[in-house]
């Protein structure tokens, strides 16, 4: 019987259209998958959208839409990407489906007949933005997730007796494998060590959810809907026989990979979730870093997030698969930008594979009549041809051991020394002079030349194949191997190329890509930006969650003055005070709402001996807007109000004698 192979990617939420964050995470997952086919696993590789929720509702509301018809909208996004993309993905659950919400009121009365759902009265404070209950928090506090100022709730609630799972949660944390990395785990360790309370995991003041079986006046609150998907794709609580057995097959997951925004959910709840059903945990939950642009965080607030179209449109799927698995320490944050993408483009795959497989291959053509040669007996072997032997078996090995600690840009690292290797041995072996020649050492030695060429191209294509499917299937049609798919990755050796293969038609596979590129894509960026949706949201999507970035303190350049680019690293932007009132015990501070024009941001001031709150209310400010946020008095303060200081301290705001936009950038 073969292995089996279970991955999922988080299901994404569909209050924000798809960017590169959530293309990130679904690329390393779909690499994931093609190789473990390749090593022959009967894999099944799951991904979808997280539809409920009462964002989803207000949004739609906000859209004038049925929350059906917004989900419905935004998911189909999804899969039209994923299918550019290439994503191999074999279901794609919505939570929004029947089979997933018969399933998940399935799992609720299981956990509920094992006695780990109660009733009870929930008072506190929830976050719509993220979806999230805010412990300990009080009325008016803002969400330490986003920030923003959560609501009050207080309702009939089901609970889940989160708290009788402590000791079985830190027993499967002692598996190191369980949560990867290991910063995350430790995470996860001191969070469950502190304590934990009894999730309230139903709603009652909205509608837009799978209702509480026997009690519809619920609805099943959507982070256990959303959760539940990674068994109700593959057949749990279904009544039908097959899907049981695919349940039974693939349950638990070998890999479920999450951003480590949403780790807890996945750390915490959801392996507490399946015990309280009898069920077993996954086998490992993998957190990647966020994606960041241009050091700044990507998200929609800033209007920084790229659209993962614009990339396919100008250098296509294969390059930034490439580029976000090859740039991305995996498990840290990496950043995003346009030159960069396009410079690692150039450097390892127009001038790297991409030229290793032309100039080896239109030898071959042309010394060789477009037939794979003899490498040469023994004798007349050269140290540099054992040497390129060498290092290939290495390679197939440690590319194999990265790839499968998820570490995949050392992996791709090792494989590019391969090429850059054989790219040397070329060089320095210098065929084309030995194709001039006719006698039979130089011919004999030139075999030796283009065999071990290509048969290092053979292995670094057949190695590169999960991460660039398209490119690496030409490469190999163009080898005449036929199917790269039908590859299986552990059988994988040097000296596999057969002598005479006949090449097929030989043509560039990453046209070099010149400096256009770049301001193309990034005049496609300006352009395309179709309509806020709403906000991205910190729950499934991988590359969000607002804290603005640290301010950089500035370098003194000369003479303590900054440079342009210092400065610009500032921003500065022109805010609207919506709320403006005292914060209790505090004689100097005004707690502030101020509508900058993407999002209200909550600002603790010091000027309430210099203002009255009520004068401030409807006035233009200026903000500094990316100032690390800090905690004043037990509030989140997230940003700073601009005002220049006067002779004992007492503040004067900045103001403008002409009118301006609210959101307007101060340069
Ligand atoms: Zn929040």
């Not at 996004?77 to 919400?101: A, C, P, V, Y």
């Not at 998907?229 to 479920?256: C, L, M, R």
Request: proline share 5%; net charge neutral.
């Amino acid at each position: 019987m073969s292995r089996k192979f279970y991955i999922t990617t988080p299901i994404y939420y569909v209050n924000a259209r798809p960017h590169i964050g959530h293309a990130y995470t679904t690329i390393a997952c779909d690499t994931i998958a093609r190789r473990q086919r390749m090593l022959s696993a009967e894999t099944f590789f799951l991904t979808g959208t997280d539809e409920h929720g009462q964002k989803i509702e207000r949004a739609a509301q906000a859209a004038g839409k049925t929350p059906q018809q917004y989900a419905d909208e935004i998911s189909a996004e999804f899969r039209k990407l994923w299918q550019r993309m290439g994503i191999s993905n074999d279901d794609f659950i919505r939570t929004t489906e029947e089979r997933h919400k018969k399933r998940v009121q399935e799992l609720f009365r299981k956990m509920r007949d094992n006695g780990f759902i109660y009733k009870g009265t929930y008072t506190g404070q929830y976050c719509v933005s993220d979806e999230l209950y805010v412990d300990g928090a009080q009325p008016g506090d803002p969400c330490p997730t986003c920030g923003r100022i959560t609501e009050t709730v207080h309702e009939e609630n089901y609970f889940f007796k989160l708290s009788a799972f402590q000791d079985q949660l830190l027993q499967l944390y002692a598996n190191p494998e369980f949560i990867r990395p290991e910063t995350r785990r430790n995470e996860v360790i001191s969070f469950v060590r502190s304590g934990l309370r009894d999730q309230s995991i139903s709603r009652s003041t909205f509608t837009w959810g799978i209702p509480v079986p026997n009690d519809p006046k619920h609805v099943i609150y959507v982070w256990f809907d959303a959760l539940a998907n990674y068994i109700t794709a593959i057949g749990y609580g279904s009544s039908h026989a097959g899907a049981q057995e695919a349940f039974k097959k693939f349950w638990p997951a070998d890999v479920q990979m999450i951003g480590k925004e949403i780790v807890r959910f996945h750390c915490v709840y959801w392996p507490a979730f399946l015990l309280a059903a009898g069920l077993p945990v996954p086998k490992a939950i993998v957190a990647h870093g966020w994606l960041l642009f241009e050091e700044s965080k990507m998200s929609k607030s800033r209007g920084n997030i790229v659209r993962t179209e614009t990339i396919l449109d100008v250098l296509g799927a294969d390059a930034l698969r490439y580029f976000l698995l090859r740039e991305v320490v995996f498990g840290q944050d990496g950043s995003f930008s346009f030159d960069a993408l396009v410079q690692r483009y150039n450097s390892d795959l127009a001038n790297g594979l991409g030229n290793l497989a032309s100039r080896t291959l239109t030898m071959i053509n042309r010394y060789f009549k477009g037939e794979v040669p003899y490498p040469s007996k023994a004798a007349s072997r050269k140290p540099a041809d054992d040497a390129i032997v060498e290092l290939a078996r290495k390679t197939i090995h440690e590319y194999g051991s990265f790839f499968d600690q998820f570490q995949f840009s050392r992996a791709l690292e090792t494989a590019w020394a391969l090429v850059a290797a054989v790219d040397k041995y070329i060089v320095e072996n210098e065929p084309w002079a030995l194709g001039e020649k006719q006698d039979e050492d130089s011919r004999s030695r030139l075999g030796t030349v283009l065999y071990t060429s290509a048969e290092a191209l053979r292995i670094v294509t057949a190695l590169a194949h999960p991460v660039m499917p398209e490119a690496t299937a030409k490469i190999w049609r163009q080898m005449g191997l036929g199917d790269i798919k039908k590859v299986a990755l552990n059988e994988l050796a040097w000296g596999q190329l057969h002598l005479g293969t006949k090449l097929g038609e030989v043509q560039p596979v990453f046209p070099r890509a010149d400096k256009s590129a770049i301001e193309r894509m990034q005049k496609m960026e300006e352009q395309g930006r179709g309509p806020v949706v709403e906000e991205v949201n910190v729950a499934t999507a991988p590359a969000k969650v607002e804290p603005a970035a640290p301010a950089v303190p500035a370098p003194i350049v000369d003479g303590g003055k900054i440079s342009i680019d210092d400065f610009a690293k500032i921003e500065l932007r022109v805010g609207l005070v919506k709320v403006a009132e005292r914060v209790p015990k505090a004689d100097k501070l005004l707690r502030l709402e101020i509508d900058i024009g993407t999002e209200v941001r909550q600002i603790l001031a010091g000027i309430a001996e210099a203002y009255a709150p009520e004068t401030l209310v409807g006035r233009k400010v200026v903000i500094v807007a990316n100032l690390a946020p800090r905690k004043l008095r037990g509030l989140e303060s997230n940003g700073m109000i601009v005002a220049a200081s006067l002779e004992g301290g007492r503040p004067v705001l900045a103001s403008f004698l002409e009118d301006v936009p609210v959101g307007a950038r101060l340069k």
